[in-house]
């Protein structure tokens, strides 16, 4: 086969007047003219793999999958997929994601932006959900509890009522409080012409300089990086729009094998439907070699751990205090309901449904010794 | 003082043999520079698999950026996907959707670019006021690299854009192949413009952290639309609003109302040395105060450093001429006497565009903009030669 040309460049580079679409027009024009450059590589992609990738949703509903839910049905399913991380009533744990309130804040010292007072598109929640949450479990979630955790989101920010039935047709009506919110970048005219002046080079200011703020007076930097950690005060809270970091990370447990306990060594299946199961755990706990401490303790050894052990991982009074070892019938009770079993514990994980997501999970966990 | 033993005497470097050509098939620094690493600011973020870290922009002089040094945000994590299962699919308003194989792209006609990378929330820690004790810290969402790899506007030439019709009101939605996706939505101007889908940085594959085995490269764009792991290209008649255009990376004004689409990265600098990190350690006399500065929108011109606090500007020397969208290193030469410096440099670029101080920003915009925090630095350099983050009147 004869080796194509190589294409010409299309010209619309830096030139002012390809944003007037002048130029853009004149490539375009080229373009229809690039079949014989074309270099045939390649292939054509088959429908099905464009379904399979192609999921993005438009405020408009384009690309919304048929289906529905309500909130009512969406409230047990974010309690056990999403209210580790974003609380019970979409109010937030820690420093993850707040989902809902903030109404009304967003010209205060400290805006809460949720989806109830800052996005703008219904589409988005749906989107995001359905593409990339749960946090380490993404694309697990159906089309039906996509709708229902949606509409839950949604009630938890009285948009709608619990009866109120999300679907591809009444999902793109749903106008958001702060639809209008939003302008399109506006810096043009707003600060580029202020600051495209010749810059002053001698007595710019009126008074003498003094200083007004400084960095070790906050002392938030990381410590590692202070030529000399100064201050013996307490650090005061950061001044950023964040909430202050979880417990910070323990040191990595001294001998974090992961090699399979020798004796009674559990039924591989069983273990790999238990890493499945998991990966509900995964945002918060991590297992295995060089586990660390995260939102959660590392479970290395946790079948017949002591309970509340791991030092440096700061447990709830009620843990901390409980004593005995994990076996398999408390982690059993602790993991089909956390808070009924262990009153006031941090772990906010509704709990798993299935006995056999127990047994698996379980065994999973007996996988890794000490 | 009496003759240097180092010098006097036989040293052991100066007698045994050092290592190999095979002890170290790919190396990393000298265990001297084990300091010159990425940080993380930890309480900025709920985990580290979804957040940001920090290059040692103190430590690093010139303007390439190592890319192991190179600072890392992910929103799912780094992921390691190889070549043999890397597919890139471009669809939507093309006349045929394609897909691509890694070996398929190395196939087309290539270019090579060096382009700052800088993340939109880099200095936004800094909008209340001073907060973070290094340039690592308040500069360091920032990297710059040569890149290898093929326009994209020669992959949507290939699947034809017959189907697309005026370009005018058209984008292309960009997703990458990890499970936070993290898509993003670009006007087709730019996207015909100078948008690379990128397979080399600095000579070598793109490392995992940064995308490999391939990434998008939106040069003078914000770091967010840089989508690594780049699985899918899609030609649209709108923004999708994703998540990442919306309910992040807009900038909401001291009123209440956001910007949106507010992608380019206005002009910046900032003083590397002296910084808090890497204070005056020698004695009186000659110093050399260094930085970088860029700008989104072209070629770095001019940049001017204070040495009191914005009250006279002197120009400094730019060690080479500014290159499009990429860092330029200036340097000013002069001498310290221990006197007490406020310390700021001023980035000018093609269009005339003067870095502003942080009182201009935030009469504009209030202190809750988080994102595009372009504003004048200041190190206050002490009698000791230490340095601090602070702001003046």
Not at chain 1, 54 to 69: E, H
Not at chain 2, 326 to 345: C, I, K
Request: charged share 25%; net charge negative.
């Amino acid at each position: 086969a004869p080796i194509p040309e190589p294409e010409a460049p299309v010209k619309t580079a830096a030139a002012p007047e390809a944003l007037d679409g002048g130029i853009i027009g004149a490539a375009h024009a080229d373009n229809g003219d690039t079949k014989g450059l074309r270099f045939g590589l390649g292939r054509g992609a088959l429908p099905e793999e464009i379904a399979a990738w192609n999921l993005d949703v438009s405020p408009d509903g384009t690309g919304l999958p048929a289906g529905s839910g309500n909130a009512f049905d969406g409230e047990a399913i974010f309690e056990e997929q999403c209210a580790v991380c974003h609380g019970s009533f979409a109010e937030g744990v820690g420093n993850w994601p707040k989902l809902a309130g903030g109404d009304g804040t967003l010209a205060d010292e400290d805006p809460l932006k949720t989806v109830g007072s800052y996005w703008p598109y219904t589409s988005t929640v749906w989107d995001y959900v359905h593409r990339s949450m749960p946090f380490g479990n993404a694309q697990s979630l159906s089309v039906d509890d996509t709708y229902a955790i949606v509409a839950y989101i949604l009630y938890s920010n009285d948009i709608i009522d619990d009866e109120f039935e999300l679907n591809q047709d009444t999902l793109p009506e749903v106008v958001l409080p702060n639809a209008d919110g939003f302008i399109v970048d506006d810096r043009a005219e707003t600060e580029y012409s202020k600051w495209r002046t010749e810059p002053c080079m001698e007595n710019c200011k009126d008074g003498p300089v003094e200083i007004t703020m400084r960095a070790t007076v906050l002392d938030v930097t990381p410590e590692e990086a202070v030529e000399e950690p100064a201050a013996t005060d307490p650090a005061p809270e950061p001044a950023a729009a964040v909430d202050p970091a979880p417990e910070p990370a323990a040191e990595p447990a001294a001998d974090p094998a992961a090699a399979p306990a020798e004796t009674d060594a559990p039924d591989p299946e069983l273990v790999a439907a238990g890493e499945k199961v998991f990966n509900k755990c995964k945002a918060c706990h991590q297992i295995g070699d060089g586990a660390k401490d995260r939102v959660g303790p590392q479970l290395n050894g946790i079948v017949g751990r002591e309970i509340g052990s791991v030092e440096g991982f700061k447990y709830s009074n009620t843990m901390g205090s409980m004593g005995g070892a994990w076996d398999a019938e408390t982690l059993a009770a602790f993991l089909a309901d956390p808070r009924g079993t262990v009153k006031g514990t941090k772990m906010a994980f509704a709990g798993l449904r299935k006995d056999s997501d127990v047994e698996a999970l379980i065994a999973y966990l007996s996988s890794f010794s000490q | 003082a009496g003759p240097d033993p180092l010098i006097t005497e036989v040293q052991d470097w100066a007698s045994g043999f050092g290592h190999g050509v095979d002890e170290v098939p790919y190396g990393l620094p000298i265990k001297f520079e084990d300091d010159v690493i990425r940080r993380n600011v930890e309480w900025l973020t709920a985990d580290t698999i979804s957040s940001i870290n920090f290059t040692p922009i103190h430590a690093l002089d010139g303007t390439i950026t190592p890319q192991g040094c190179a600072f890392e945000r992910h929103h799912s994590g780094a992921i390691e996907l190889s070549k043999p299962d890397y597919r890139l699919m471009i669809n939507g308003l093309v006349d045929q959707p394609l897909v691509f194989s890694y070996d398929d792209l190395e196939r087309f006609p290539r270019e090579q670019h060096v382009y700052f990378c800088e993340c939109a929330a880099n200095t936004g820690m800094e909008w209340a006021g001073a907060q973070l004790n290094g340039a690592q810290f308040t500069h360091g969402m920032i990297h710059n690299m040569e890149y290898t790899g093929v326009p994209l506007r020669t992959l949507l030439a290939e699947a034809g854009l017959d189907a697309a019709g005026d370009f005018k009101d058209k984008w292309v939605y960009v997703e990458g192949a990890d499970a936070s996706s993290n898509g993003r939505s670009i006007p087709m101007e730019k996207a015909m413009d100078d948008v690379l889908v990128a397979f080399k940085a600095n000579g070598e594959a793109l490392r995992k952290e940064h995308g490999y085995p391939v990434r998008l490269v939106v040069p003078g764009w914000e770091g967010n639309m840089w989508v690594k792991w780049l699985r899918r290209v899609e030609v649209m008649d709108g923004p999708v609003e994703s998540r990442e255009e919306t309910s992040k990376y807009t900038d909401t004004l001291a009123d209440g109302t956001s910007r949106k689409w507010t992608w380019v990265m206005d002009a910046k600098s900032v003083v590397t040395s002296p910084s808090p990190q890497a204070p005056i350690k020698h004695g009186h006399g000659p110093v050399v105060i260094t930085g970088m500065a860029w700008s989104g929108h072209g070629k770095i011109t001019r940049v001017d450093v204070s040495k009191d606090g914005g009250m006279t500007w002197e120009t400094a020397r730019l060690a080479s001429e500014g290159q499009d969208k990429a860092l330029t290193r200036f340097y000013l030469d002069t001498t310290w006497e221990g006197e007490e410096w406020l310390l700021q440099s001023r980035a000018i670029d093609e269009t005339g565009y003067v870095q502003p101080t942080k009182a201009q920003l935030r009469d504009v915009r209030g202190l809750n903009s988080i994102y595009h925090n372009n504003c004048i630095q200041t190190w206050h350099v002490k009698a000791n030669g230490e340095a601090e983050n602070v702001e003046v009147s």
